[in-house]
């Protein structure tokens, strides 16, 4: 007999990642928290579906969002003293999602590069409209220079949709893949959902973020915690999040 307990899993999915390594909590200096008030709401929301580690990865996107090093450990800082004051106890880091063009490979060349982890990982993403043209020259000045280079949401650029070979190319340049978990739970459509599980089944995936913009997101969170659609895909694969 069908019940509806037999589509929720036993554990929620955070228990295969306890480290959330994309997410944009930072307060006014993207498009993600407008203020410190939902930076803080935002924060108790993930520590509530059980993260036990935040690294916030506001975007650097010249012309849109022109972030440095300092105006984002500034907005860190700001952030890690209200959550103390507030009695939310989980530790707090901060790199950057970089948008892969012409600026950041000046910001290689200049030693100006946020990264998180070990190895030293970043995270970088490309246009949702077209592949970025110096994706590769970007990801091996990264990797002379010791870093990891990790694409963002890869399941969200729609033009590699059916193309597995495209993707591959990514990882053969000795890049890692990070997934939304919103992506997972359906959030951007079904053939969004349908690539990122694909990409999972076919162990290309190395990481797992929430790419946490506002409560909304937070919400699609809540509601797939223990979904078994979601327990399923995750299970059985070594998420690198535990070793970040």
Known sequence: MWSLFSSVAKKPW???????MHAHFLPGIDDGAPDLATSLDLIRGLQQLGYQRLIATPHIMPGFYP??????????????????????????EAAAEYFMDES??????????????????????????SKAPMWESIFFHLQTK??????????????????????????????????????LAGHYGKS???????????????????????QQHLQVLKTSLFDK????????????????
């Open 14 to 20: 955070t228990h295969f990642v306890s480290t959330d």
């Open 229 to 244: 659609e979601m327990h399923k895909a995750l299970e059985g694969v070594d998420w690198k999040n535990s070793l970040l």
């Open 192 to 214: 969004t959902q349908r690539v990122a599980r694909e990409l999972i089944k076919q162990r290309m995936v190395h990481l797992l973020g929430t790419d946490l913009h506002h």
């Open 104 to 129: 950041m490979e000046e910001l290689i060349e200049q030693d100006s590069i946020l990264s998180f982890g070990h190895p030293k990982c970043v995270l970088v993403e490309m246009s949702f409209v």
């Open 67 to 92: 972030n440095t090093p300092q105006t984002i450990q500034a907005a860190l800082h700001e952030t890690q003293q209200a959550a103390a004051e507030q009695g939310i106890h989980i530790p707090l």
């Open 146 to 183: 010791g870093y990891q280079p990790v694409l963002a949401h890869p399941e969200r650029y729609a033009y590699l949709h059916g193309n597995l070979r495209a993707y591959r190319m990514f990882l053969d340049r000795g890049g890692w893949m990070q997934v939304n978990l919103t992506s």
